[in-house]
């Protein structure tokens, strides 16, 4: 582990993987976009540190990214780098709400096709499908978005902080830490060439779009409350439980707040399943690694 790791200020050292613009500074924060607090690192790897050395580990919106096959990876490397009695918390849409809400806009769109039920129905299509299959960029999804023809309420409910951010934003939707996450070489070409129209121009001519499946924006596998307790308990993790937005075992949580909208109240992302597991310790520790690894 590297001289800059970070501790609390009560001594305990916290991993958030594939933190995006959202982390906490007291915490190690690593991405595929390097920003101020956050280290590079492709999850696709092992991670850079040690054994037991972690008494958190915090994972929002990452692992629907990896093929399941890099998530079974990931969550033995979260097991390893976890000290005993360390706490994971992974966060992913929660396909099996989104699976319910579709079919009950699809029922409620087929027995009163109104505009409203319609344009329902549509984003969760979007919702459920968009992400697994888009080969540009934001997808059908931001086209939609930037059309402005969408139930904002509706999807602000669904989706939170994000989609509260667009529709409240008069500018092109990116903040700094966003900015950050464009790629290195985009930036470099960028600031070869001075003049934004020139630039935008140039990449429509070459055809450059960011593969969504290389920069980490694709889905690549969803998850419920079932396969993610499988996953936790094959990587060998005990005490699994779904949680609430705002509760954790996370030692100091309501410090870090990861998980509460900016707007003060009520979850960040409330298409989330927030889920725990425990790396446990001694002779348990042992049996439950020996049963993961049958
Ligand atoms: C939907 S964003 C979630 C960001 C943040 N965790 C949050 O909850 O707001 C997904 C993040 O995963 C990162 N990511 C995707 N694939 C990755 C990989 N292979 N290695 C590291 N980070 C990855 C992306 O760069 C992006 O920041």
Redesign the pocket.
Known sequence: MGATVNRSPEGLIYL???????FHKEWNN????RHEHVEY????QPLPYPADTFAAVY????LE??TPSQGKSLAQEIYRVLAEGGVVRI?VPDLEEICREYLARLAAAQSEPSEENISRYLWLTLELLDQLVRDKPGGLMAEVLQRRQVDEPFITERCGDEFAAFFNRAGPPESGAQAA?RSWAEKIISKLVSHRAAWQALKSRLKITPDPRR???AHRWMYDRLSLRLLLEEAGLVDFAVKKFDDSDIPHWDRYNLDRSLAGHGP??PDSIYVEGKKPSGVAGLKALAKAKL
């Open positions: 958030n993987l594939g933190c995006g613009s959202h690593l991405d595929l976009f690192h492709d999850l696709r994972c929002s919106h990452v990214h990896l966060v996450q920069t980490g924006e960040r992302k």
